[in-house]
């Protein structure tokens, strides 16, 4: 966006150089070389400017980009067993932050997965989901065990690193401990 306004103004500076080379022509030295190269400046410019609108535009219509659409707005989490039957589930419609992890009475967890089958696989508080611009995204805590994440896109299961986020989509199936929650 930066740099299409800034290919925008050099347009506009090139047409004024042009505006002011054509109202005062006996006051401009060298005024065919000036208009010239303000033209083709200015068309250079101008094509940059577009182009940079364009490739912006097919990113924006990537999938996953933005606001997810209304059949991929995640809105609850499920807890699997190991033959994919719900456990547990979790509404987390309207809600801008969840933290996953144990109660123990000290520390408040939004999701508690201190009662499922891997319980003692899962840190106090060993992930947290935050909900921003449209888009949920999770972060490790500095767990013992660490998260994983199978992508609903493509199937393949990646590690997080610690600290750091990572968007999630509708689909995707994270993995705390050998825990399986899965994102609907």
């Not at 925008?8 to 080379?21: D, N, P, Q, S, T």
């Not at 005062?24 to 033209?39: G, S």
């Amino acid at each position: 966006m930066k740099k299409r306004v800034l290919d925008l103004i050099i347009v506009c500076f090139c047409m004024a150089v042009i505006g002011i080379v054509l109202l005062y022509p006996d006051q401009v030295t060298w005024r065919n070389p000036i208009l010239i190269l303000a033209c083709i400046l200015a068309v250079l410019f101008l094509l940059l400017a577009v182009r940079d609108k364009e490739d912006r535009n097919q990113y924006m219509e990537q999938p996953g980009y933005g606001s997810p659409g209304k059949d991929g707005l995640i809105t609850e989490i499920v807890l699997l067993n190991e033959e994919d039957k719900p456990l547990m589930s979790w509404d987390i419609y309207g809600k801008t932050a969840m933290v996953i992890g144990r109660d123990v009475r000290e520390n408040q967890v939004d999701i508690d997965l201190g009662q499922s089958p891997y319980a003692s696989m899962v840190d106090i508080e060993h992930a947290v989901l935050n909900y921003s611009a449209g888009n949920w995204y999770v972060e490790d805590l500095g767990s013992s065990n660490g998260i994983s994440i199978k992508k609903a896109s493509d199937g393949r299961v990646y590690r997080l690193s610690r600290d750091t986020a990572c968007r999630l989509e509708r689909g995707d199936c994270l993995y705390i401990g050998l825990n399986h929650l899965l994102l609907k």
